[in-house]
């Protein structure tokens, strides 16, 4: 049971490129959410899939977008990456309003954009 | 307003000490979940403890208990014998509604730094 799972761990992008970051769970967890966190700040949320098939965007969507490819998998792409998305990146994964509702993280991916 | 305030960002405490990480929030929801993440410095964020709105009883895991006092709306976390691996940024964070455009997502404090001196 890996729990949440992320790739990459690391990378490195130059202004313009583009890169998914991709988020697998293996709880049966029906929502799952991608945060930032930026230095010395908390995580501010970027898009949520309450559930298969739905997706959402939360306080900072702009120039990302994401897939909710099936019940464990959920990317998050960045089209034309900015130094403004220089960040770590969280995916989370929670059962639900019915199945206890604590948020388990993956491990973080690290980004920089020059 | 600033819905998760964590007034400290920093705090330092003897090794085998108690010590109290404070979190206020803010929201109009009757129905809401106040949690408690640790982020030490490899980065992940690892769950602590989880109180909803509607617990009677404060929530407690092993050395970890959260003292809510829901009129003053906080949600304090109290690390009771310290070691020297609980030093690490702690997070608190709020769950509001479960419909529309906030569905279970959690809104972060800004977290506090706790150092364990030996």
């Known amino acids: 049971n890996a729990g949440v799972t992320q790739t990459p761990k690391f990378q490195v992008l130059k202004t313009g490129q583009s890169m998914t970051l991709q988020c697998a769970q293996d709880?049966?967890?029906?929502?799952m959410y991608w945060y930032r966190q930026d230095p010395g700040m908390g995580l501010r949320l970027i898009y949520y899939s309450a559930s298969e098939g739905t997706t959402d965007k939360g306080e900072v969507p702009n120039g990302y977008n994401v897939s909710r490819l099936n019940k464990r998998e959920f990317s998050l792409r960045l089209e034309s990456a900015a130094p403004s998305q220089t960040s770590v990146y969280f995916c989370?994964?929670?059962?639900?309003?019915?199945?206890?509702?604590?948020?388990?993280f993956g491990p973080g991916t690290r980004l920089l954009v020059l | 307003a600033q819905k998760i305030t964590q007034t400290q960002p920093g705090m330092f405490v003897q090794e085998k000490e108690a010590v109290t990480l404070d979190c206020t929030y803010d929201?109009?929801?009757?129905?809401?979940?106040l949690f408690w993440y640790k982020q030490p410095s490899s980065g992940e964020m690892i769950f602590l403890i989880y109180?909803?709105?509607?617990?009677?009883q404060n929530a407690t895991e092993g050395r970890y208990s959260l003292n809510f006092q829901k009129a003053r709306k906080s949600a304090n976390l109290v690390i009771s014998a310290s070691q020297l691996g609980d030093s690490a940024m702690y997070f608190c964070?709020?769950?509001?509604?479960?419909?529309?455009?906030?569905?279970?997502?959690?809104?972060f404090g800004q977290g506090t730094i706790l150092t364990v001196h030996p």
């Open positions: 989370a994964s929670t059962q639900g309003l019915r199945g206890g509702e604590t948020q388990y």
């Open positions: 109180q909803g709105s509607y617990d009677e």
């Open positions: 929201t109009s929801d009757q129905s809401y979940g």
């Open positions: 709880m049966n967890h029906n929502s």
């Open positions: 964070a709020m769950r509001e509604g479960w419909s529309g455009t906030s569905y279970g997502k959690l809104t």
